[in-house]
């Protein structure tokens, strides 16, 4: 048996925190470092960069993190893994190794690439190898992607783990790749550690999972966190810095999730179930390694900031491998008009009349009215609340003066105190994300050897397992988890933060929400009590929206999907949070009737 893996986590998206990387290299032992820099949104971003400089589309910010730390890892054996390469990995590998060259530190660097679609998508396309939609093409409602996307900015492909392997067995000390799964940075380097091969479907899930927790950073260790004020309680200073996280990965998947010793954060039973919600669209997580049922996944505190993760199960992975793609939809432009004092509604009523007439010549106008005044305030700011007018076109003069001009002329012939929060502001370009599907055997899975090769990855498709996956049992509920009789008794109405945590995102135009509930006759209650419906209820926004629920016992947690919450996507989004990343927040905050028997003592 080969001794565990440990992995640790440098960076959750483009932006993160510069010094992760030389944290975690002087916080203690550590195997691999990966970092993942792409979303949706980011791909999006690239692929603009790309578009006015062929030799842009990377991710700037890792060169930066490696100038300082390149030198100290290879010192100490450390491989370092990222999707930083985005959607050029050819051209940060180049800049890599000028890099190591002008350190005077030979670097072994491998790419992984094949995931760009772009030149061959009309191809694809019109072959109907390439579709559009939600889910595998075994649905049957798909459409070509090149008659429904003609401008068609960024289409990648995201590729598995295999690709990594040949890389690190080649040699590699720093592997850059463009789109592979976020998990597969961590499956991947575990997969080579181990010598697993396709067939290890469990080893494979457990090592995904793994992968899910690491790929957001400190979300799993304390950040973003519903509980964080009990941590403060326990330690006023623990979230001043967060510790990043680590994953140490054994031979059979499991995996022990930490961090390193004295760093700020947690990592608990609670700070994992969140990370491992996040995003969440089902129990059963597809990938290209492997599909990884999530329902029958145990987690146990082993220790302080030490949780173990079991009982992963894996699939055999679909014949079509998901696909990003972005394009150009237009462009935007929004004004903040405060509105100070009283009658509140009632200006924002005379404001919406006024402005009719020109947002009626827009494609697409949004108008919302922030309550975020107080009664009898003692400051300016405290007693204004904000009316927020975006406006969405393809043509950029109807969102640019052609909008902005007829608001500021109202200034002296509306409502009293008018003013806007700003200059007028100038139109900028959105994207808009939509999920397609291409063939496995259509994907030319490419790794860049350290020597200056190339090799094209083999089609790993496992046998069939002894148990069919059509067999494979329903939904587990584990012993002590599946929750009882539901709680009864006198009821009293506080926020439903006081007994359930919540982590909420976005995939593409729909919100993803996670619940959990801090106790088994907690979770009795919440399965039967947050239904689809009281969801509608508790959130309006998505009183219309066709949601879903998922059970999963074994987090004591419900997911939802919110189709359709967020529009077409991030970067078109015109809602106040487009991501969807306090969803889980405000639906903490609303009031309903809880059993007293639940409420914890002080917490009400």
């Given amino acids: 048996m080969s001794t565990p893996l440990r992995v640790a986590n440098v960076s959750g998206f483009y932006g993160d925190r510069m010094s992760a990387m030389r944290e975690m290299l002087d916080g203690g032992d550590v195997d691999v470092l990966t970092g993942d820099y792409l979303a949706e949104l980011t791909m999006l971003i690239l692929g603009r960069q790309r578009s006015t400089d ?25 491989r370092i893994v990222s999707n930083a390469g985005g959607l050029n990995p050819r051209g940060l ?84 790749t463009g789109r592979i799964t976020d998990a597969s940075l961590v499956v991947g380097p575990a997969a080579w550690h181990h010598g697993w091969s396709a067939d290890d479907l469990d080893a494979l899930a457990g090592a995904t999972v793994a992968g899910h927790v690491l790929e957001c950073g400190t979300q799993a260790t304390g950040g973003n966190f519903s509980f964080f004020a009990e941590l403060l309680d326990a330690d006023p200073g623990c979230l001043d810095h967060i510790g990043f996280p680590l994953a140490e990965i054994a031979a059979d998947g499991t995996a022990v999730i930490c961090k390193h010793p004295g760093t700020g954060g947690a990592v608990t039973v609670e700070t994992v179930t969140e990370q491992l919600l996040y995003e969440l669209t089902g129990s059963r997580y597809g990938g ?157 899975h ?47 109405r506080v926020p ?24 088994d006759e907690g979770y009795a209650w919440l399965s039967s009590f947050l239904t689809a419906e009281r969801l509608r209820e508790l959130l309006p926004e998505a009183s219309g929206l066709p949601v879903t629920r998922e059970r999963l016992p074994g987090f004591r947690a419900l997911i939802f999907q919110l189709p359709g919450l967020l529009g077409e996507g991030v970067a078109a989004s015109t809602r106040f949070d487009p991501q969807a990343k306090a969803v889980g927040e405000w639906l903490r905050s609303r009031l309903v009737d809880v059993p007293m028997s639940l409420l914890p003592e002080g917490r009400t």
């Fill in 54 to 78: 062929p030799a842009a589309g990377y991710a700037r910010s890792f060169l930066t993190q490696l100038e300082d730390c390149l030198a100290d890892a290879l010192s100490r054996g450390v």
């Fill in 93 to 176: 590998a180049g800049a890599v190794g000028e890099l190591g060259a002008r350190l005077g530190v030979p670097v072994r660097v491998a790419t992984v690439s094949g995931d760009d679609l772009m030149p061959r998508l009309a191809q694809l396309g019109s072959a109907g190898r390439l579709r559009v939609g939600e889910r595998p093409p075994a649905d049957g409602d798909l459409v070509p992607v090149n008659g429904e996307f003609p401008d068609v900015l960024t289409a990648n492909a995201y590729l598995g783990c295999w690709g990594v392997v040949r890389a690190l067995e080649a040699g590699a000390d720093v592997v850059v």
């Fill in 288 to 444: 290209p390694d492997v599909v990884t049922r999530f329902d029958g996944l145990r987690l146990r505190q082993v220790a302080r900031d030490r949780v173990e993760v079991t009982g992963a199960r894996g699939l055999r992975p679909g014949e079509w491998l998901k696909v990003a793609t972005n394009r150009l939809g237009g462009f935007r432009n929004a004004m903040t008009l405060p509105l100070a004092g009283l009658d509140v509604d009632r200006k924002a009523d005379l404001l919406r009349r006024q402005l009719a007439p020109v947002l009626a010549e827009v494609a697409e106008a949004r108008v919302t009215l922030a309550r975020t005044d107080s009664p009898d305030a003692e400051a300016e700011e405290e007693a204004s609340a904000v009316l927020q007018v975006t406006v969405k076109d393809p043509d950029r003069n109807k969102v640019g003066k052609e909008f902005t001009v007829p608001v500021i002329e109202l200034a002296l012939a509306t409502v009293p105190g008018f003013f806007a929060a700003g200059a007028p502001p100038s139109p900028s370009a959105y994207g808009v994300y939509a999920p397609a599907w291409v063939r496995v055997d259509d994907v030319a």
């Fill in 446 to 492: 490419v790794v860049g050897l350290p020597d200056g090769g190339t090799e094209r990855v083999p089609s790993t498709r496992p046998q069939p397992r002894s148990t069919p996956e059509g067999e494979s049992p329903g939904p587990v509920e584990p012993a002590g988890h599946s929750g009882g009789p539901e709680a009864a008794g006198p009821t009293r």
């Fill in 496 to 519: 439903l933060r006081c007994v359930v945590g919540a982590r909420s995102g976005d995939k593409g135009g729909a919100a993803t929400l996670g619940v959990y509930a801090r106790s």
